[in-house]
């Protein structure tokens, strides 16, 4: 059986990674992708959450609240999150963000070892989402881990997302005027277990759309991965 989870909005974005200065020899991860450009123009931080332990299968909620110093337009927006596991036993698991149930993040963690604690760092490009950043915005991390006598690695997480406003020289670029989830489960995910299975959500559009656009991440579940 073939169980995939998806996730989907209807706009585009780009995902990257950031390339951080690495020590030959090092047990931490090393990312081989290049980080998200930025504007010279000096951003505002909003943080989302910070510090977040992760030793269960609860989400964490959180809140988005727009900077007013930098009320927008933005000519570019990008999520930055930094997570780490301590030294033990545990399985890679899946991390979510969402902000107004939609994805913002998607992605798996890193194994520890009895000696290693990993840490890393992702980003995002979100400028194709700036208008899910106008207005405040509940949200949640779904990052669940079983942590027990056997399975012992706790995760832990902080996450922030960066508003550039946009100048003569990094003008803020069209974006969707809206942005909308496709399934409001925690973190964003929907389960498609078989071909029997559905995400057929309701909207009710204005009647001027010139281009939707559906941006979808597609995971396999453990049973296809090993």
């Not at 505002?44 to 269960?56: G, K, P, R």
């Not at 009895?114 to 995002?124: C, G, I, L, N, T």
Request: proline residues 9%; aromatic residues 8%; glycine residues 6%.
């Amino acid at each position: 059986m073939f169980r995939i989870a998806r996730l989907a909005v209807l706009t585009l974005v780009s995902l990257a990674l950031p390339l951080g200065a690495q020590t030959v020899g090092s047990p931490n991860v090393a990312t081989a992708d290049p980080a998200v450009p930025r504007p010279s123009t000096t951003p505002c931080a909003v943080q989302l959450y910070s510090n977040f332990e992760f030793a269960d299968f609860s989400p964490k909620p959180f809140t988005y609240t727009p900077p007013a110093a930098c009320p927008g337009p933005w000519s570019k927006v990008v999520l930055e999150a930094d997570f780490s596991v301590t030294a033990g036993r545990q399985f890679d698991r899946t991390a979510q963000i969402a902000i107004g149930h939609v994805n913002v993040y998607y992605g798996t963690t890193q194994e520890p070892s009895a000696s290693v604690s990993p840490s890393w760092h992702v980003e995002r490009d979100l400028t194709d989402y700036s208008s899910l950043f106008r207005t405040a915005q509940s949200g949640e991390v779904n990052l669940g881990n079983l942590v027990n006598s056997t399975f012992t690695g706790i995760l832990h997480g902080s996450a922030r997302v960066l508003l550039y406003p946009a100048s003569g020289a990094a003008p803020a670029p069209r974006t969707a005027d809206a942005v909308l989830p496709l399934s409001t489960a925690p973190g964003g995910a929907a389960l498609l277990a078989n071909t029997a299975s559905t995400l057929a959500p309701t909207f009710s559009l204005p009647t001027n759309v010139e281009v939707g656009r559906l941006d979808e991440i597609g995971r396999a579940s453990c049973r296809e991965r090993v």
